[in-house]
C-alpha cells in the first residue's frame, strides 16, 4: 500500500501535534487497524465511511470519525479528531487531504478535497 501526504495534510498534522502528542502513535495505530483493515485486508467496519458526492471511478473519499488519541483522555474512539483521506484501488494508494480537531473546525474543508480530486 503506498501512502502520501498533501503538504496541507502535513501542515494540519504537525499544528494538532502540538496540541496533542501522542498524535504521531496514535495515527500509526489507525492506519493499522482501520484503513489497511479496510482497503487491505477488506474487514468491513463502521468507520471509515465513505463521502457521498467525493467519490469516481477510480477513487473513493473517506471520513475518519473515530479516531482513538490517547491525549484526550477518557474520551476513546469519540476523541473529535477527523481524518479525510482519498483510496485509489487501481494503484493501491492512500492520500491523507486532511486532518482537523471536531472543537476547532466544524467540517471538512470540501474545497480542498475537490482540489485535490480534480487533479486525479
Same mark, same amino acid.
Given at each position: 500500500m503506498i501512502y502520501e501526504n498533501l503538504p496541507s495534510f502535513d501542515k494540519d498534522f504537525k499544528k494538532l501535534s502540538k496540541k496533542?502528542? *501522542?498524535?504521531?502513535?496514535? &495515527?500509526?495505530?489507525? /492506519?493499522?487497524? !482501520?484503513?489497511e483493515a479496510l482497503h487491505k485486508h477488506k474487514i468491513k467496519a463502521?468507520?471509515? +465511511?465513505?463521502i457521498q458526492d467525493y467519490c469516481g471511478k477510480t477513487f473513493k473519499s473517506y471520513k475518519v470519525r473515530k479516531?482513538?488519541?490517547? %491525549?484526550?483522555? @477518557?474520551? @476513546?474512539?469519540? %476523541? @473529535?479528531?477527523r481524518l479525510i483521506?482519498?483510496?485509489?484501488?487501481?494503484i493501491n494508494? +492512500? *492520500? &491523507?487531504?486532511? +486532518?482537523y480537531f471536531k472543537a476547532d473546525k466544524e467540517n471538512e474543508d470540501? !474545497?480542498?478535497?475537490?482540489? &485535490? /480530486? %480534480? %487533479?486525479?
Open positions: 496533542f502528542k *501522542t498524535l504521531d502513535y496514535d &495515527f500509526k495505530i489507525l /492506519i493499522k487497524y !482501520h484503513i463502521d468507520d471509515p +465511511i465513505e479516531f482513538a488519541c490517547k %491525549s484526550l483522555f @477518557g474520551r @476513546g474512539k469519540q %476523541s @473529535g479528531l483521506y482519498v483510496y485509489q484501488p487501481n494508494k +492512500i *492520500t &491523507f487531504v486532511e +486532518i470540501k !474545497h480542498r478535497l475537490r482540489k &485535490f /480530486i %480534480s %487533479s486525479l
